[in-house]
Structure formats: C-alpha cells, structure tokens
T-cell receptor, first 115, second 109 residues
C-alpha cells in the first residue's frame, strides 16, 4: 500500500543546531506540503512543492527551507533551531488534479522540541 | 492571502446532530475540504465541496455556499468516537491547501 512516512517521530535538539525532518511518500504525488501545528493556530503552511525542483514559501516559512530532488521526498530543514520552532510538524501529499478536488494524505507527524 | 474562521469548541451529546461552520476569505478558491484529527493522530480527509450545495457521505455531510464564502460540516447520529478536532481547508491556486484553526468536538453521553 502507498503511504507517507515521516522521520523521526520525536526529536529533541538544542537552540542553534541545524535539524532536518524527513518526509517520504510512495503515492507518486506531485504536491507535497509541510505544516506545523500549535495549539490555537491549527495547521500552518510552511513550504510546499508542486514537483521536482519546485519549492514555494507558505505563511510561516522564516527559518525553514526545503528541497525537492525527486518525487518521493521533501525534507524540511531548520537552519538554526529556535525555541519558537518547538511544534508538531506534519508532511502531506496530494495528487495534482485540475480544480483541486484531491485528498491530501498526511504523515504521522514529528514532534520537535528545541531546548 | 487566505483566512478561515471556525468555532474553537463544540459540545454535543451522543446521538445528536452537530454543525460546524466555516467562513473563509481567499484570493483564489477551488473548493472547501474538511479533515478530522484525533488527539495524537494525523488529519484525515472527510469531504470536499467545489460547487454550492450539500455533499453527503454516510453520517457526515458538507455544505458550501461560494457566494457567502461559507461552508459547514454536519455530523449526524453522533458517536463517542467522533470526539476529535475538525478542520476546514481551502484549496487555492495550484492545489495549495490552507487550513482553519480547527474546532474541537466533544461528544458526551
């Protein structure tokens, strides 16, 4: 069965360190998204990609970067981790369908704590 | 940009019907989706509306009025397992998905 997996599931890191969260999907979806989820803020879009070599900034992209070298993976990098980046991070993917009628599939999330 | 508003919390009793509203402002709009998320879990897709009207999927129905920038999720015959957070989400240009802040539904006996 196709799936979308995130790793690690839990991560503790120190302020100032570079951290990379992995996201791998076997749906062969073109669209991939990274969200962070914090109490009271719902799911906020960090970065997204519509295909290989394509990346776009979301509403909360400062301090984060992504790269898309193949269809399956969209790693999220925190360049210099800050305590404000303590959150639960979700990766999602969806098929490109005209008109947007497409279901997004989510990974199980990565709980990141910056100390 | 895009913004979505929904109530933060709704409480209902088992067997009842509950409606969760969502209003949105968006610069591009293809459709409105609803997702369910249980505590500690990942969001899962419930429904999608691109056109005005009601879409029914089992106990869940979703409604959209594009002229009013408004939609709702209707849950019937509530069960304890329906206790979760529910998010509306707008699909904008290029399948970009923007979520609301979520509504926590508590189902009581």
């Amino acid at each position: 069965d196709a799936e979308i997996t995130q790793s690690p599931r839990h991560k503790i890191t120190e302020t100032g360190r570079q951290v990379t969260l992995a996201c791998h999907q076997t749906w062969n979806h073109n669209n991939m998204f990274w969200y962070r989820q914090d109490l009271g803020h719902g799911l906020r879009l960090i970065h997204y990609s519509y295909g290989v070599q394509d990346t776009n900034k979301g509403e909360v992209s400062d301090g984060y970067s992504v790269s898309r070298s193949n269809t399956e993976d969209l790693p999220l990098t925190l360049e210099s981790a800050a305590s404000s980046q303590t959150s639960v991070y979700f990766c999602a993917s969806s098929e490109s369908i005209r008109g947007g009628d497409t279901e997004a599939f989510f990974g199980q999330g990565t709980r990141l704590t910056v100390v | 940009g895009q913004s979505l508003e929904q109530p933060s919390e709704v409480t209902a009793v088992e067997g009842a019907i509950v409606q969760i509203n969502c209003t949105y402002q968006t610069s591009g709009f293809y459709g409105l989706s609803w997702y369910q998320q249980h505590d500690g879990g990942a969001p899962t897709f419930l429904s999608y509306n691109a056109l005005d009207g009601l879409e029914e999927t089992g106990r869940f129905s979703s409604f959209l009025s594009r002229s009013d920038s408004y939609g709702y999720l209707l849950l019937q015959e509530l069960q304890m397992k329906d206790s979760a957070s529910y998010f509306c989400a707008v699909t904008g240009g290029g399948n970009k998905l923007t979520f609301g802040t979520g509504t926590q539904l508590k189902v009581e006996l």
